[in-house]
């Protein structure tokens, strides 16, 4: 059997056509974890496209296509999805959006696997083989997360910054109520056996990881064996978590000793009125500073991600959250705007309202104002999203930033100026018009379109390729 697994990238995050030209993501885990799990005696031969890092080419040999959407890439997937049946491909559609929307997506494939696919995509691959494809998978999952070691062998492994993402737990018992976690997979948070990721982490061959997990330590007992285990295996890794484990002595400094260097921390709002209202009222605004000291202290870096728009964001959210990111040092900032994912009580609430501008996908990508705010015009919104990106990421910033954290500042530092670079295209490719139909044609004509800049490539300093690991970039609603 022959397998072809791609993940369709957005236009502002698309190889070449994107912001950057080299990507600083990190590679993700879907398609090689996929990849994994086909079950040996299908004997199968399977290649991975991801669009993030390599142009989409539709001239292969297959038998079964899968294909994985987030919401921003749902209607991109969906015209490559059509074209691929057109040519006589077997279709498949998962991942979160088709989980939140799984009629829709059905429309565009021959079948659709609902949730986690760690035991629908084997039964369905065994379906497909002995054919009895059915339209639909589902499979819940338990509190035990067995994955395989991800082939990231089939990766382009020279495409990422680093290959070795790894995951040690599974989504979120949080209902932030924006968020499209909750929203697909309920309170689901399932733990991978500690040995497991242990194991995993020893395939390594250079000593760092990106811990992809959403909400690793909101089970304190898990994540602190898992931190003790690391500890002999000497790595550097950066991850994810929410404010919660500065709370924790304990969790912090064995975090630190297992050489937690970096991490992703959902702010969402420096207003403690907002965090209540989107039911993250566990985040305490006022703590904020004197958690992102903590966390320098323990010599981990912060990239921290801010959402405006809000119902309680009036047009001064934009100055002050500038200002606390510069007084707090926080190391690599990140804003969107609130985005309305199908499925959320966010959604829901605008949708009631008559708030939503439009249901069209391609602009849910968390950089597109699609709704009325509260208290401000669309427009302001999204000028203030691009003046805060702007404000945060001129010299001054970046060096004060960088400079008082004093983490990771050679690291930093690259970062900070590859954002700088994001910040200022970010307006103009914001702009830029979605037109994948005619990326598709392009696309069966051998070429690749490509509303490509000036070459203004980023130019990465040797510093970040030489630490070889980066603090993750998520692209996750
Ligand atoms: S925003 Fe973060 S903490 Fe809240 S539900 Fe989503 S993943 Fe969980």
Known sequence: MRIQLIQPAGEIHRHRSGIFKRSLRYAPLTLPTLAALVPDELEAEIALQDEGVQPLDLEFEADLVGLSAITGTAPRTYAIADELRARGHTVVIGGVHATLLPDEAAQHADAVVVSYAE??????LRDFATGRLQPRYFAPTGRVLNVPIARRDLLKRN????TNSIEATRGCPHRCEFCAVPAAWGGIYAHRPIADVIAELETFEKRHAVFID???????RHAKELYQAMIPLGIRWLGLATTRIAEDEELLRLAARSGCKGLLIGFESVDQPTLDGIQKPFHRAGRFAEIVKKLHDHGIAIQGCFVFGFDTDDESVF?????FVDRAKIDLPR???????PGTAAYRQLQREGRLLHENWSLYDVEHVVFQP????????QEGLHWAWQQSYRWRSIFSRVLGSRCLVPLS???NIGYRFYAKHLPEKARTVYRDEEFIAAAVRGQTLCCQMEDESFP????????QTTLPISNLP
Do not use: I, K
């Open 119 to 124: 035991e629908s995509w084997p039964r369905l």
């Open 159 to 162: 495409r990422y910054v680093t």
């Open 214 to 220: 959403l909400s690793p330590v909101e089970d304190t």
């Open 319 to 323: 100055e002050r959250t500038v200002e």
């Open 335 to 341: 804003y969107a705007v609130m985005t309305p994912f």
């Open 374 to 381: 509260r208290q401000m015009s669309p427009e302001r919104l």
């Open 413 to 415: 530092l690259s970062l």
């Open 460 to 467: 990465l300093p040797a510093a970040a390729a030489s630490l």
